[in-house]
């Protein structure tokens, strides 16, 4: 989670307006065309591509994704490669500016996220549906065999120099096929290696720019999208629902203690009597600090430690056992959605 939540903070590269405004006037979105941003950020850019689409987007940073809800018709908050649910063949654009960055994939190897989001989410088209395709030049060669082999018309197209300089984007656009025969696909593949192999300079003079791409016009959706959904709960979206379901009383009082909450101590208590109780689950349910709003819950896990063992060769013996107990306390802050543990 660590590296995850490093990936999202330093992954955060909105694409540049000026490339946003060449995009956004080639593309011609039809009502009701389901557009997909799996790394949304603060969805700016898919907010203004979409127009008359539905708009759909993934973010891994809460506030992020929050900020996203405001934008478009539907925001997951989640890692993307793991935690949603998702329909395949369902839409008609996707568009993917991932991190720029290698992490450990599903069969344990190091791969480029770019490769790996692609992967994952080029299923999620319709047959025929456009993908507009944000990276840095040079990873081109990591996702030639993808690009070529599911996608047909195939372009490569390079961010203005005014906007190239930070990350060497370019554009790749294709749209969405089954499965295309090697033989086939030879000429595509080599057309986005050989484009890697380039020094900037010459990519740029050798890419056509962005405002030769051509004009294309999404089509509406056929069909309902029967799932889009995270794994994981947003305490942010759950908490209203709950409230508004008036279970939220009942969970709390559930988790206050049922009895020797009247005993008044007779010397104030120390720190270590508070964290006592506070494992113990006396102080359990919902309290407000310095204008934060806590959730706090404490519970003792037993476990068994084997301190001695001895046999004798015939399957007799004894082993000793000691019990271990673990005061571990969980604190939810409402504000900031996030779940801390203290043991
Ligand atoms: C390059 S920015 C793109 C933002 C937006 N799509 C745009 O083009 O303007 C990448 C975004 O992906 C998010 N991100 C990184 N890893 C992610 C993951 N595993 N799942 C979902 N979002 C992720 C980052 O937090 C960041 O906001």
Redesign the pocket.
């Known amino acids: 989670m660590a590296r995850?939540a490093s990936?999202?903070?330093a992954?955060?590269?909105?694409?540049p307006d000026k490339v946003?405004d060449l995009l956004s006037s080639k593309l011609e979105i039809e009502e009701g065309a389901r557009l997909l941003?799996?790394?949304?950020?603060?969805?700016?850019?898919?907010c203004r591509l979409g127009a008359d689409g539905v708009t759909y987007?993934?973010?891994?940073?809460h506030e992020?994704a929050q900020k996203s809800r405001t934008r478009l018709h539907k925001v997951i908050w989640?890692?993307?490669?793991?935690?949603v649910r998702i329909s395949p063949v369902s839409f008609n654009l996707l568009?993917?500016?991932?991190?720029?960055d290698t992490a450990l994939a599903a069969d344990g190897k190091e791969k480029r996220?770019e490769e790996q989001?692609l992967r994952k989410y080029m299923g999620n088209l319709v047959q025929d549906g456009y993908l507009l395709f944000?990276i840095p030049y040079y990873v081109l060669k990591h996702c030639a065999k993808p690009l070529s082999r599911y996608f047909r018309d195939v372009q490569v197209f390079s961010f203005p120099e005014s906007d190239f300089g930070g990350f060497k984007q370019c554009v790749v656009i294709g749209r969405k096929r089954k499965l295309i025969p090697k033989n086939e696909a030879q000429d595509t593949q080599e057309y986005l290696e050989k484009f890697a192999t380039l020094l900037p300079e010459f990519f740029l003079s050798a890419a056509p720019p962005l405002e030769e791409m051509p004009e294309i016009t999404v089509p509406a959706a056929q069909g309902p999208l029967k799932t889009f959904q995270g794994t994981k709960v947003d305490p942010l979206e759950a908490i209203p629902l709950i409230r508004k379901a008036g279970i939220m009383s009942t969970v709390l009082s559930e988790l206050a203690p049922r009895k020797n909450n009247h005993i008044r101590p007779l010397n104030p208590l120390e720190n270590g009597h508070m964290a006592l109780m506070l494992a113990g689950g006396y102080m359990n349910g919902a309290v407000q600090k310095d204008g934060r709003q806590l959730v706090i819950k404490g519970v003792v896990d037993k476990s068994e430690e084997i301190v001695k063992s001895s046999g004798d060769g015939t399957g007799k013996g004894t082993i000793t056992t000691r019990d271990q107990y673990k005061p571990t306390v969980k604190v939810i802050d409402l504000q900031v959605a996030e779940i801390f543990t203290i043991q």
């Open positions: 995850l990936q999202a903070k992954g955060f590269y909105p694409t946003c941003d799996p790394c949304c950020g603060k969805a700016k850019t898919l987007g993934i973010e891994l940073d992020r989640g890692d993307a490669l793991t935690e568009y993917l500016n991932p991190p720029y996220l989001f944000v």
